[in-house]
């Protein structure tokens, strides 16, 4: 018993031998496949790697903007909104003081000439009535003057004519005394007498000649002065007129009136404003332009307004000299063979200018890009990385820059910001 006790059964009766050879084979494949995959992806990622130990930064491909390179036509223009104003919408003044009584209200519709409005002033009505009642007084001096005149000059006619007839009676007498004297009928005493008659008749005709000459100088220099006078009286008094005509204020176009700065009855003094009129039948846009765009405006330069979706074709018929908080103010004017209808006052509108316009330019589109880098600078993107090239560039327009050196066309740039990059020479562009 003790015998058996001493024996403990194992488990080698229920081992089964396996051999090996297999799962090593199995294992090697294995291990050989994963080092290849190794090796493959070494050898892929060698650019990778190369351009990441290259890079300075790395930035994600899909926060930037792109844009090509690309040569046609470059239109460089300046776009603003503007706002439709009347192009003739004059404000009247008052031409003198006095008491206003308006005649039309804010928003009427008026023709040219119509009353508007009449400032009284009795003085200046005082003063017309005085002047003219002087006017009358002179014309009525004149008239007298001109009857005295042909008074006087008929009678210095008279005098000359009577004078004529004295010359004859003495020539007669004179012949009578010569045919006595012969016959010694009247002593000689008598004769001389006769011829003294004579001679003093002719020198009383002279002498009542040159009186009717000088008389009648006289006469009409006096005339003259008369007239002169009248003259200057009736300038007078159609001046005064002129100043009253003007107190009635009238309407100098068609159109609707503007806005009144009076009330009626108001006293009003000279040079005051009272209203302005619109002039419905033209329209004018002004818009402002920045400073930078002032020196290549000009007058008669071709535009561009959009009117409720529509454009319309314009031109620069005005640009103000001053410039005011960094604007430039300017007008266009529509082409007169379209016009748009139904246009209101102050009506918003969006207008272009082209400024310049040019054929086979090399250009890219206007990004952050540009003003960041301040014209100088562009990322040019090539095989993942994006290079840092200097550049030079020329005019500029809303949607477009102009490329003068530095990029081909074809090369892709980035368009977004250059402020991110930290003047980086190299980006790595990842995904």
């Not at 005149?149 to 009578?176: H, K, P, S, Y």
């Not at 009186?211 to 006289?218: G, H, N, Y």
């Not at 993942?384 to 102009?402: D, N, P």
Request: glycine residues 6%.
């Amino acid at each position: 018993m003790s015998g058996t006790m001493g024996r403990i059964a194992d488990t080698s009766g229920q081992d089964i031998v396996v051999d090996a050879g297999p799962r090593r084979r199995r294992r090697l494949l294995i291990v050989g496949g994963a080092l290849t995959l190794l090796a493959i992806a070494g050898v892929l990622a060698t650019p990778s790697v190369r351009r990441w130990s290259d890079s300075d930064q790395s930035v994600s491909a899909a926060r930037l903007r792109y844009a090509t390179v690309e040569r046609g036509t470059f239109i460089r223009d300046v776009a603003s909104q503007g706002r439709v104003v009347a192009a003739v919408s004059p404000t009247l003044f008052s031409p003198g003081s006095g008491t206003v009584t308006l005649a039309v209200q804010a928003g009427d519709t008026v023709e040219p000439g119509q009353l508007l409005a009449e400032v009284a002033n009795p003085e200046l009505a005082s003063q017309l009535e005085q002047e003219q009642s002087r006017l009358a007084e002179l014309e009525i001096e004149v008239e007298r003057q001109d009857i005295q005149m042909r008074q006087q000059l008929l009678a210095d006619r008279q005098r000359v004519d009577l004078a004529e007839v004295r010359i004859t009676a003495a020539e007669r007498e004179l012949r009578r005394a010569e045919l006595s004297y012969q016959s010694q009928v009247i002593s000689t005493q008598d004769y001389e007498e006769a011829q003294d008659n004579l001679s003093t008749a002719r020198l009383e005709h002279t002498h009542a000649d040159q009186d009717a000459a000088l008389s009648e100088e006289a006469l009409e220099f006096e005339s003259r002065t008369r007239q002169l006078q009248l003259d200057r009286q009736r300038l007078m008094v159609a001046e005064l007129q002129r100043q009253v005509d003007l107190h009635e204020i009238r309407s100098p176009v068609a159109g609707i009136v503007g806005n009144l700065a009076v009330d009626q009855k108001d006293a009003v003094s000279a040079n005051q404003p009272l209203m302005t009129v619109v002039d419905l039948s033209a329209y004018e846009v002004e818009l402002q332009v920045p400073e930078a765009f002032a020196d290549d405006l000009g007058i008669g330069m071709a535009a561009e307004i959009t009117v409720n979706g529509v454009r319309y074709p314009g031109l620069v018929s005005a640009v103000s000299p001053e410039v005011q908080q960094s604007q430039v103010r300017a007008r266009l004017r529509f082409d007169d063979s379209v016009r748009p209808e139904g246009l209101r006052q102050n009506q918003r509108v969006t207008t272009r200018i082209v400024l310049d316009q040019r054929e086979g330019v090399l250009m890219v589109q206007r990004g952050p890009f540009y003003d960041s880098g301040a014209g100088r600078i562009a990322y040019v993107v090539d095989d993942g990385t994006a290079l840092r090239h200097a550049i030079v560039t020329g005019a500029t327009s809303l949607s477009s820059i102009e490329v003068i050196d530095g990029l081909a066309e074809g090369d892709t740039i980035v368009l977004s910001s250059l402020d991110q990059f930290n003047g980086a020479e190299r980006l790595l562009l990842t995904d």
